[in-house]
Structures are given as structure tokens and as C-alpha cells.
């Protein structure tokens, strides 16, 4: 380069170049899970030497692609420095103001051939970016979060290289005013532009990796907790087994696969004197989470009314108004009650906008015809009626959600009724869990592949009748 002239194109490039790879690196270091383990516990120190000593690298690698102009390196090396300030603090600041600055400091002693403005000029450098990594430091605790926007960044970025060449032109003009005045004349746009721009983009480009790492963790944490709400789920169904309820006239199966982590449809079976067992299976609206949470709720409310009111239109009405109350999240809960008398075999049933259950008897499978009352948690003072079913020795009674029905495929065709009944007929002699089973391999046949997108429930009762009880003593 001759004179005074300067290739601003020459500048541009090797300025753009070097930002990117000090981007490259930035990138690097905030991924790491090095910067993730030092950026906790107690280990902030820690950090702001590490941070501290890549600035400076950072700031050696600017002023090594840097273009030389009479004594003076138009660079990018104070980004390492407003990097370390910024994420470092002062003391990160410092580290990496004392190794770039260090490092200028040689550079300009190492030329034989300097003239006084040209080690006016090295002065004027090394006492800018060691102020430079400090400023930004001490900015860094009282303005953190700000210097994270990236406006605020490029603003910092332009008051910090406006300061560099400010001191380059006091300095040096103590020798010479227009020599110094000159070099900033020529390198002020690309020198503070790239420079800024430079630091707003790591800044931004570390904000984002940081912001994702803590999304990460925070999906990690839900996985956790939805794992363990998963298992505080299952804990509240019963355990149906081939040996519960332990009554010889009863066999009862049952299972429960959610669409997501946890779901909203639950059963339930419990004894509500010596010789009457209820069974419940209902479905609340929505999913998820905040599905799971009212099944808890309903599910108690339910057993607790119909444990303790006679009457089952009543314990139904009770149970209804109960959810009804501080219900703000307007969620509902269809549901099927029934209570069977063991030794009779006769069912008393509400049906609080559930879908129809299914008897199969005599090897026929039929959709129970009932009259159906107000979903749960809908409208208070709302009155269901009770209805009856004779059962007989040999029959099975299939309860569901609608998540069995309305099973789609790729096609989006239902499995709707007429298959399960068809299944339901080919299974009549089986126990309650062979069919749960075969009902299950029906769905995942007919899904073929497809999202499961409801929670599947059933519940599986047959009857075996008072004299099943009578022989096994």
C-alpha cells in the first residue's frame, strides 16, 4: 500500500473474513458443553478465565488478519476482548484485553523500522483494547441482558471503536495531529462498521445457542416429569389382575394406553358393600397434562359419591355438581357408572354422555340400548336416571372410550362399531383379557401405522353368576 492510500476493498475483505471465523469459533466455545458446566454451580470464575484467555486468542488471530496501514493494523481484535467483557465480566474483560494488547505491543516492537507515530499508534491500540475489554466487562454486570438485544450490542460495538480511534488521534496527535487524523479518516466506516457488526453477531449467535441449551434442558426436565406423571397415573388406576376383585362369580380386565405421556380417560373398579362391585370407565376432555389432572379429580370425586349415596342417579347428580364446582379450565368427563349385584347379576347403570357399552351374550355382541344423560362437569343441578340390565352367566360386558372407535388409518376411515362388534363376537368365549388383547391387535391392525391420536380404553367384565361361587366351596 503507498502513502496514505488504503484498498478499502482489501479492508473489507480481510475484516469480513476474519469475523466470520472468529464467529466460527464463537459458535464453537458457546455449544460446548465445556461453557454449559463452567456457566454453572460455582464455577463463574472458572469461566471468566477461560473466556478471558479465548478473547485474547481471538484478539491475536484479529490483528494477525489484519491489513497494516502506515503503523497502524486495521482489524477486527477488539471483538475478543467486547466478547470476554461481555460474557466474562471485568475480570474476562481484562484477561483478554492484556493478551491481544500484549500481543499488539510485540507486533509494533518487532519492527525494526518503526517511526514515532507508528509506535504512537501501537500505544494508542494496546491502551484502547485493554480499556475496551474492561468497559465492556464492567457494562456486562450492570447491563447484561441488555447487551444481549442486538441493538444495544451494535450500539456498544460503535461507542467502543469510536473510543479506539478517539484515543488513536489523541496519541498520535501529540506528534502528529493530521497523520493520525488521516489513518482514521481513511479506516473510521469499515473499522467500526465491521467491528460492531462483528460483535452483534457473536453476541447474537452465543444468545441463541445459550437460549436453545436451556430449551434443551427444559425438555429434558418436562420428559422427566412427564415420565413421573406417567407413573403417578398408573398408580391411581387399580390393579386389575386374572385375581382381582377375588369373587369366583367375576372376571374384570382392563387397560389404559394414552395418546401422549398421560392422559385424560380413566376406569375404575371398587366394591361398594360385600356382594356389589361398580366399575367405571370414563373420558375427560382434551389431553395431556391438564387432562390427566381432572381424571385425578373426577376419578376420586366418582368413587367417594358413589361409595357413599345409595342411590346411583343421585351419587351421579352429586358427583356432577361437585366438579362442576372451581371448574376454570371448563373441562368435562364423560362417563359410564354401573354397579352389579354379584349373586343376582343385575346391573344398575347411568350413562353420563358415554358411548354405548356392548353385551355380548349367547355369542352375539349388541350395543346396550340406554338413554343417555348430560356429560360431568358440564351444568350444575343436572338429574340422570338409573336403568337396569339383567346379566347372565357367560355374558361379557365391554366398556370403551370413544378412542376405539374413532381409531383412524391412513386413510382417516374409523374403526368404528361394526368392526369392534365383529371382534367382540369372534372373542365371546375368551376372557376378558384375551379380548382387551384381541380388541387392541384389531385397532393396531386397522390403524396400519397411523398416530394414535385419543387415549384407548376398555374395561372387560364377564359374568359368571352366583353358582360359579357356589362350586368353587
Not at 184 to 203: D, E, Q, R, S
Request: proline letters at 3%; a neutral charge; aromatic letters at 8%.
Amino acid at each position: 500500500m503507498d502513502g496514505n492510500a488504503v484498498d478499502l476493498q482489501q479492508v473489507f475483505t480481510n475484516m469480513i473474513g476474519a469475523v466470520a471465523v472468529i464467529l466460527v469459533i464463537a459458535a464453537f466455545i458457546g455449544g460446548g458443553r465445556l461453557t454449559a458446566r463452567l456457566l454453572t454451580g460455582n464455577s463463574r470464575w472458572k469461566y471468566s478465565l477461560v473466556v478471558g484467555a479465548l478473547g485474547g486468542v481471538l484478539g491475536i488471530y484479529g490483528t494477525m488478519a489484519g491489513v497494516p496501514l502506515n503503523g497502524a493494523i486495521v482489524s477486527v481484535r477488539d471483538v475478543g476482548p467486547m466478547f470476554a467483557g461481555l460474557t466474562g465480566g471485568p475480570v474476562g474483560g481484562l484477561i483478554a484485553g492484556v493478551i491481544a494488547g500484549t500481543h499488539r505491543l510485540l507486533v509494533g516492537l518487532l519492527d525494526p523500522g518503526a517511526s514515532v507515530n507508528s509506535k504512537l499508534v501501537t500505544a494508542s491500540c494496546v491502551a484502547a483494547t485493554l480499556v475496551i475489554g474492561l468497559m465492556c466487562g464492567f457494562l456486562s454486570v450492570k447491563h447484561h441482558e441488555k447487551l444481549k438485544k442486538p441493538w444495544w450490542a451494535l450500539l456498544t460495538g460503535v461507542v467502543m471503536e469510536t473510543f479506539h480511534l478517539t484515543l488513536l488521534v489523541l496519541i498520535v496527535g501529540i506528534n502528529d495531529f493530521s497523520a493520525g487524523w488521516g489513518i482514521v479518516k481513511a479506516i473510521a466506516i469499515p473499522f467500526i462498521l465491521i467491528n460492531a457488526l462483528g460483535f452483534t453477531l457473536m453476541i447474537a449467535m452465543i444468545a441463541y445457542i445459550e437460549k436453545q441449551r436451556v430449551m434443551s434442558l427444559e425438555r429434558s426436565r418436562m420428559q422427566t416429569e412427564l415420565e413421573v406423571a406417567t407413573t403417578i397415573q398408573r398408580s391411581l388406576l387399580p390393579p386389575v389382575t386374572e385375581t382381582y376383585p377375588g369373587r369366583k362369580e367375576i372376571g374384570v380386565a382392563a387397560s389404559m394406553d394414552p395418546a401422549k405421556a398421560v392422559g385424560g380417560d380413566f376406569y375404575d373398579v371398587f366394591f361398594v358393600g360385600k356382594d356389589r362391585l361398580a366399575f367405571v370407565v370414563a373420558d375427560v376432555s382434551g389431553k395431556g397434562v391438564p387432562a390427566a389432572l381432572f381424571m385425578a379429580t373426577s376419578k376420586t370425586t366418582i368413587q367417594n359419591c358413589v361409595r357413599d349415596i345409595a342411590s346411583l342417579s343421585e351419587a351421579a347428580a352429586t358427583a356432577n355438581d361437585s366438579l362442576c364446582r372451581n371448574n376454570t379450565a371448563e373441562m368435562f368427563v364423560t362417563a359410564w357408572i354401573g354397579v352389579l349385584d354379584l349373586p343376582t347379576g343385575m346391573l344398575s347403570f347411568i350413562n353420563a354422555g358415554h358411548n354405548p357399552p356392548v353385551l355380548v351374550s349367547g355369542g352375539k355382541a349388541a350395543f346396550v340400548k340406554q338413554r343417555s344423560g348430560f356429560i360431568l362437569a358440564g351444568m350444575e343441578g343436572m338429574k340422570y336416571r338409573e336403568q337396569t340390565l339383567q346379566l347372565k352367566p357367560g355374558d361379557r360386558f365391554f366398556l370403551y372410550t370413544d378412542g376405539v372407535t374413532e381409531a383412524e388409518n391412513t386413510a382417516h376411515a374409523l374403526f368404528g362399531e361394526e368392526r369392534l362388534a365383529a371382534c367382540l363376537e369372534r372373542e365371546a368365549d375368551k376372557t376378558p383379557g384375551e379380548i382387551i388383547a384381541a380388541v387392541k391387535s384389531a385397532i393396531d391392525a386397522h390403524a396400519d401405522g397411523a398416530d394414535q391420536f385419543d387415549d384407548i380404553t376398555m374395561l372387560c367384565i364377564r359374568y359368571d353368576g352366583a353358582q360359579a361361587s357356589e362350586a368353587a366351596q
